[in-house]
């Protein structure tokens, strides 16, 4: 029988536990702070920390529950996340996980806890089955790992289960995290990625609408060009509007998006109210694009460098339908099998990627060695 483990996650602002058995989720519970934050425009660690301790136990006896467990009694370990995140939000985690670990241990001579880095969960986000087992992915012995949420950017190599190699990460802000700051400077609301989708999907469809064009031609000319790159060609000159983006290639895999968000402020403060208001929808389209096309560039350029076997996307920022189309077909182009996580649950931040991660830690015995002594990493890196 495989070993059940409780997965716990309190890195931002989503409490949440999950029980999985090796890849397969058997429940995966996620409360989110999205409510309490809002009207904050950001999370608010204060706050997300309280909500956390408000949260943690129903949240907890819920994932039992759900997997059909009695009680912690039938677990084969406790799995929680170290970092990256808030420090306050993930103390809450870890002490409840240390708490639990240690009632095993006296119940049942020895209940292991594993810790776990966030962005591994986000890349075993990937591999995370449902509870008959599907899908059936395959991992290959070189993949590479596009993380994207509010808190990272970033380009990794997984030569093998916890092996891994950063090959690039964002210099300033993450690109959720733009995402953010630029639908708060549309006065749109938080979180902001999934708004501005949404913007940018009505924008398109209305153009493909009016020019009568199919729905592959969707991708904007100036992406396009990128997936061939031989062309070259930055300026989509659909728009009204135009983000210049950097002349001269830059040959690092590093991201930025300071300088971005900042082109974008300065070029909606020129706007008048009306204008501001009119165009809303292609302003949220041209920054979602310039967000994205670095993505596809470094991305591009890492498949180029490294020849991996596998493209795995994880993060909150790839639960972007226009973004994933981007990728596929990057991934198409280069003979790339692809994976996103199976579902939106298993995308934005949850506790079963954590348990998915953790499952591997097991049979590797990777196990914390002290309970007492696990303290959080909010600056942890893989
Ligand atoms: O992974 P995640 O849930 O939390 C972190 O670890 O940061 O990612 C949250 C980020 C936010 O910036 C949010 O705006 C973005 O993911 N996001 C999206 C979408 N859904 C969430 N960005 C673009 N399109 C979406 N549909
Ligand atoms: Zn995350």
């Known amino acids: 029988m495989e070993s059940k483990i409780l997965a716990i996650d309190t890195s931002c602002d989503e409490t949440s536990a999950a029980v999985t058995c090796g890849r397969r989720v058997l429940s995966n519970v996620i409360s989110s702070q999205i409510k309490i934050h809002q009207k904050y425009g950001g999370v608010y660690p204060a706050l997300a920390k309280r909500a956390h301790q408000e949260r943690i136990d129903y949240v907890i006896a819920q994932a039992l529950q759900r997997a059909g467990l009695q009680s912690a009694d039938d677990l084969s370990a406790i799995a929680v996340t170290q970092g990256p995140g808030l420090a306050i939000a ?72 916890g092996q891994y190699q950063v090959l690039g990460a964002t210099l300033d802000d993450a690109c959720g995290e733009a995402l953010d700051k630029a639908a708060k400077i549309l006065k749109l609301g938080y979180p902001g990625g999934p708004i501005i989708e949404r913007l940018a999907e009505e924008y398109t469809r209305k153009q493909m609408s009016l020019r009568g064009v199919a729905n592959d031609e969707a991708i904007p000319n100036d992406l396009k060009r990128l997936l061939h790159p031989a062309t070259g060609g930055v300026r989509n000159d659909n728009h009204l509007f135009v983000l210049t983006r950097p002349l001269k290639e830059k040959t690092n895999l590093n991201f930025s998006y300071s300088g971005l968000k900042t082109q974008f402020l300065y070029l909606t403060q020129k706007l008048s109210p009306e204008v501001f208001g009119r165009d809303l929808a292609v302003l949220a389209t041209i920054f979602q694009e310039a967000a994205f096309e670095q993505l596809l560039r470094k991305t591009s350029k890492a498949i180029e460098i490294y020849h991996p076997k596998t493209l795995l996307c994880g993060g909150g920022v790839m639960a972007n339908k226009y973004l ?51 303290d959080r990493e909010p600056r942890l890196s893989l």
Not at 327 to 350: E, G, H, M, V
């Open 90 to 161: 993930l103390e809450v985690g870890i002490k409840k996980a240390k708490e639990l670990a240690s009632q095993g241990e006296a119940l049942q001579g020895f209940l292991p806890l594993i810790a776990v880095n966030h962005m591994e969960g986000h890349i075993y986000s990937c591999l995370a089955q449902n509870s008959c087992g599907l899908p059936k992915r395959e991992l290959t012995d070189l993949s590479l790992c596009l993380l994207v949420s509010g808190g990272h950017t970033e380009l990794v190599l997984m030569k093998n289960h």
């Open 324 to 374: 994933r189309t981007l990728l596929r077909a990057l991934a198409k182009k280069n003979n790339l099998p692809i994976f996103f996580p199976p579902n939106k649950n298993l995308t934005t931040d949850n506790a079963a990627m954590i348990g998915v991660a953790a499952s591997y830690k097991f049979e590797r015995k990777e196990f914390v060695q002290y309970i007492e002594s696990l």
